[in-house]
């Protein structure tokens, strides 16, 4: 198995593999630590409403309810779900990776265009701040804090473990 499966297995798969204990589960948003503001918002009179949805037709919305957290989910495709965290404020894989204060507290987000060798869209330079819009972990509701797994493995575990991400 190579190292970087061997990562996932040991450090994302109870809460992100298809077979994880976790997987769909609610996980407390303070074991999580990430911003507060949009779970605070969906109020349990915005799950009933939400449950309306799609009234008559064979897809209809039945399950929303209020929660005190998130619930886990498959990372397949994650490579291409950027930005990360439920309010994207985490604008790569890599950076989700990284303990807080080296995440970026300012990006571009809305720029389509994708770098294939990092796995990630294209977050700043000229381009992207033409044709993005200004993303500021400062402002209410955006903060870029928790989901803090995986930030103390090493270089080369982080560089393994973003390899084997980017063949989900």
């Not at 297995?9 to 609610?26: L, S």
């Not at 957290?69 to 790569?92: C, F, Q």
């Not at 044709?131 to 928790?146: H, S």
Request: aromatic share 12%; hydrophobic share 35%; glycine share 10%.
């Amino acid at each position: 198995m190579p190292a970087g499966e061997k990562l996932y297995k040991k450090e994302c798969a109870e809460c992100h593999d298809k077979g994880g204990k976790q997987i769909g589960q609610v996980v407390p948003a303070k074991e999580i630590g990430t911003d507060l503001e949009r779970l605070q918002s969906f109020t349990p009179e915005l799950a009933v409403k939400m449950n309306t949805l799609g009234t008559g037709r064979p897809w209809k919305f039945t399950h929303f309810r209020k929660t005190a957290g998130y619930a886990a989910m498959p990372l397949d495709g994650v490579w291409l779900r950027a930005p990360y965290l439920h309010n994207g404020s985490v604008p790569t894989l890599r950076h989700l990776l990284e303990p807080i204060e080296r995440r970026p507290p300012i990006f571009w987000r809305g720029y389509e265009v994708y770098d294939y060798n990092d796995a990630e869209f294209v977050w700043e330079g000229p381009d992207a701040s033409r044709l993005g819009f200004r993303y500021d972990t400062a402002q209410k509701g955006n903060g870029r804090v928790g989901h803090l797994y995986g930030t103390a493995l090493t270089s080369a575990e982080k560089e393994d473990l973003l390899g084997y991400l980017k063949t989900l």
